[in-house]
């Protein structure tokens, strides 16, 4: 597509770019918790132009640089908007070509823009690209120092498509590691996909970064980020990027209803974070299971005796992942009485709750006596039978 600077300048002056956004999920729970801001060149006949058919030459004349700051304006416009409505606002990523490394007072403006609309500073994530990342690191890691000694959060933009050095990692102070759609490709068949995928996750979590796993196109993709502890996903299977009025009406679904609930006026959230605390602290380990599908979430498990499995999966390969820990005279005992089967029985013979104590090698090569007790909860929305595991250490 021939495009010339004359008519770039004109569509940025008759805004005929417009800003899409895409939104971001928590990969466990589903739930909406940011989105990246996309332009889209959207002419006055209504044809949409993408990203690919202006970025490159935008980049090659510097205009991307107006361009910038034109989607910035738009997105803290739009965070402005939804406040005043009192609706949901959640973190909005915009893309910051690495120009801008070069640009005078980049802050300045930044801090300009977000003032303006009174736009909170940790709302906005910019995002900039791997391959910023290879050139001078010195300026680099000033810029990104900056940008976050101000308040804003930074994301890396497309980890792993390019040269992605590791030492970035090392030196750089940011937030979320976006993971390129090249590392997505199939359904993780071929075990090398996987293991780099989960290696690549595991190493951000280690650094306490957060996740955000792009292009994210099939419900297999989403189970298998799911199990490597991917924080969020971004891709076609939950959402494409739209225009303002949709993603308008999406955060407005989202917004529960108030409730008269006394807990609710007095922040339950915080009376929930206290209380599961107080859990965590009686119970290192606290997993919910779905037992009819085969499925489990761990809600905590730092403090346990072993730290060695996946925050979710699926439960048979919890327990035969679980049974290679236990002491050998308790191995047995253990499967037969966590087998799902068995599990199910016991619940339609009319018990509560199964509870058993074993020992269990810890990560130290301890073994510590672990007292397991499984309550069986009914979702009075379906049919499925659910357990909650609660383990606590007896030495
Ligand atoms: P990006 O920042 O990596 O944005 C993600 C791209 O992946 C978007 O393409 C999005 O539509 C696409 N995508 C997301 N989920 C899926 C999926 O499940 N399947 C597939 N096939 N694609 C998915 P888009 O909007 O065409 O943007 C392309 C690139 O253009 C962006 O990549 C970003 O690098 C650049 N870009 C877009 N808007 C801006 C901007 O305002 N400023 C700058 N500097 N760059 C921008
Ligand atoms: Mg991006
Ligand atoms: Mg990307």
């Not at 004359?6 to 971001?24: G, N």
């Not at 990692?169 to 976006?178: F, T």
């Not at 290679?324 to 509560?352: C, S, V, W």
């Amino acid at each position: 597509m021939e495009i010339r600077l004359s008519e770039v300048s004109t569509a940025l002056e008759s805004r005929e770019f417009k800003v899409y956004f895409q939104p971001q999920y928590d990969a466990i729970s589903s739930q909406m918790k940011g989105a990246e801001a996309l332009a889209r060149w959207v002419k006055n006949d209504g044809t949409v132009i993408l990203p690919k058919d202006f970025i490159p030459f935008m980049e090659e004349t510097g205009s991307i640089i107006d361009l910038d700051w034109y989607i910035l304006d738009e997105v803290c416009r739009f965070v402005k908007e939804q406040k005043e409505s009192g609706l949901k606002i959640v973190p909005i990523s915009v893309n910051f070509s690495r120009i801008h490394l070069q640009e005078e007072d980049f802050i300045g403006r930044m801090n300009a823009i977000t003032d303006f609309y009174e736009v909170a500073h940790d709302t906005i994530v910019v995002e900039i690209t791997e391959t910023t990342f290879v050139e001078d690191t010195e300026s680099v890691k000033a810029f990104c120092e900056r940008v976050r000694d101000n308040g804003y959060k930074i994301a890396i933009d497309d980890f792993g498509s390019g040269f992605s050095s590791l030492s970035f990692l090392k030196e750089m102070s940011i937030d979320i590691l976006k993971i390129d759609r090249s590392l997505l490709k199939g359904n993780f068949e071929d075990d090398k996909e996987r293991i780099v995928l989960e290696t690549i996750i595991m190493l951000a979590n280690r650094l306490k970064l957060c996740t955000v796993a792009e292009g994210v196109e099939t419900k297999e993709q989403l189970g298998f980020l799911r199990t490597c502890d991917c924080t969020e996903i971004q891709g076609f299977l939950f959402a494409k990027p739209m225009p303002v009025p949709d993603f308008v009406s999406l955060c407005a679904e989202e917004t529960p209803a108030p409730e008269e609930d006394i807990l609710v006026l007095q922040n339950r959230n915080s009376a929930v974070e206290l209380l599961l605390e107080a859990v965590f602290d009686k119970f290192p380990l606290v997993i919910f299971a779905n037992l009819t599908r085969n499925s489990y979430y761990m809600m905590a498990y730092e403090n346990f005796t072993t730290t060695k499995c996946t925050a979710a999966g699926k439960f048979d390969e919890l327990i035969k992942g679980g049974a290679l820990t236990m002491h050998p005279d308790d191995k047995m005992l253990f499967e037969e009485t966590f087998r799902r089967e068995n599990q199910i029985q016991a619940y339609e013979e009319g018990q509560k709750r199964i509870s058993l104590v074993t020992r269990q090698l810890g990560d130290d090569g301890v073994y510590r006596r672990v007292e397991t007790t499984n309550y069986f909860v009914k979702n009075p929305a379906s049919e499925d039978l659910l357990i909650i595991t609660l383990c606590a250490n007896l030495d």
